[in-house]
Structure formats: C-alpha cells, structure tokens
C-alpha cells in the first residue's frame, strides 16, 4: 500500500484556491498525463492517468468520486481501476483541505491519502512510486500555483482621453482647385457657355504645374 502526505502553500485566498481544487477540470489540467472521461448519472466521472515507472509507461483507467463540503474547504476523492491490459488494479482515497496560509491571503492545501495495488505491476509500482509521487506532488504544486493566480493585469489601461489625430500628408496648395477651374472650363466649352479667365499663378512653379493639369 502506498501512503501519500502532501502539504502545498499557494499564494491566493482560500476560496480561491478552493474554488480551483474543487473543480475535478481544473485538477486534472494541473496533473501531466492525466484525462478528464465523461461523467456518470450518480456523479462520479472517468478519469485516465499515464505514469512512468523507470522505462516503463503505464496508462491506468480509473472510475473517480467526489465528496464536497463546501462550508470546510473539505473534499473526500475516492477511485478504482486498472492499467490498460488489466494487469493491475488499484483502489485509491484521498482527503484534502483548504485552510489559511502563514501570510494574509495565502493558503495551503493538505492531502492524505493511500493506494491499494494487486496484481503483475504492483511491486515494481511500488519500489518505484516515491520517486514518482515526488516528481508529480511538484509538478501539480506549481501548476496549481499558477491556476489559482489571479487575472493578468491588462498591458495598458485606457485613460478615457481622445487620442490625438494624426496629421495627414499635406497636399500642394492651390492645386485642386486649379484643377477643378480646369474641369469647369472644358464643360463650359462643350456646353457652348462662355469660359470664366483661370486665376494667373503668382510665381512659375504653380504656371508649371497648371500646364501639366492642362496637357
């Protein structure tokens, strides 16, 4: 039998920590390996679980429930199954709390727990299994820590002020209006109306550019 004892400080308020722990979703995203299965009409769920022991990888099956007490922050997990070729099978219970941490608005999270194995892969799981369990109590820690952190701050918080208008190209003065007394001049042409006289350019790069408008 497998006894597991873990004791995890998280930087949030309890009930946020709990809010998260008590989510089988958002447990199992914080356990590598492990899959959430459909759940049942009673309120248990499928859940799977690939560990590797040494070489070897096994994929264990499981048919979890679930105890809250809300009040607490208590929960009470229980599970059975087996490895994918049905050569072990393993019955699993676990107790973890939600309680104030050392520090305001922190936590820890404790768990006590054991594992009951028979069968072909029992002893090498279990000569093998405090190694793993470290590796796994550590991995889940941090992402937990991560899970129940809060919201990112936004990069930039808008200031309600107009943002300021970027100014445009400047175009070249005079010019469209040249062109549009040009446009007049050739409809008045071909209506038979007489042609009112172009404004003169004040200087000889404006004549330039109104005999280009007019070519």
Excluded: Y
């Amino acid at each position: 039998m497998l006894s597991i004892t873990e004791e995890i400080a998280v930087p949030s308020p309890p009930p946020q920590v709990w809010h998260v722990i008590s989510n089988p979703q958002d447990v199992v995203s914080c356990i590598g390996g492990a899959e959430l299965g459909p759940s049942h009409d009673d309120g248990s769920f499928d859940g799977t679980l690939v560990v590797r022991f040494g070489g070897i990888r096994v994929k264990f099956g499981a048919r979890v429930a679930l105890e809250l007490d809300e009040a607490a922050r208590e929960g009470r997990l229980t599970a059975r199954g087996k490895d994918g070729q049905g050569a072990t099978r393993f019955s699993a219970e676990a107790t973890f709390r939600v309680v104030e941490g050392e520090g305001p608005g922190t936590s820890r999270v404790s768990v006590d727990g054991k594992v009951q194995l028979n069968g072909k892969l029992a002893k090498l799981i279990e000569s093998g299994a405090g190694a793993v369990i470290s590796r796994m109590t550590k991995e889940f820690a941090d992402a937990l820590v991560l899970k129940c952190a809060g919201p990112a701050e936004p990069a930039a918080v808008a200031t309600g002020e107009a943002a300021t208008p970027v100014p445009s190209a400047p175009r070249p003065a005079g010019l469209l209006a040249r062109l549009r007394a040009w446009w007049a001049g050739r409809r008045a042409k071909r209506q038979g109306r007489p042609v009112r006289a172009a404004h003169r350019p004040a200087n000889k790069s404006a004549e330039t550019v109104e005999r280009g408008a007019r070519r």
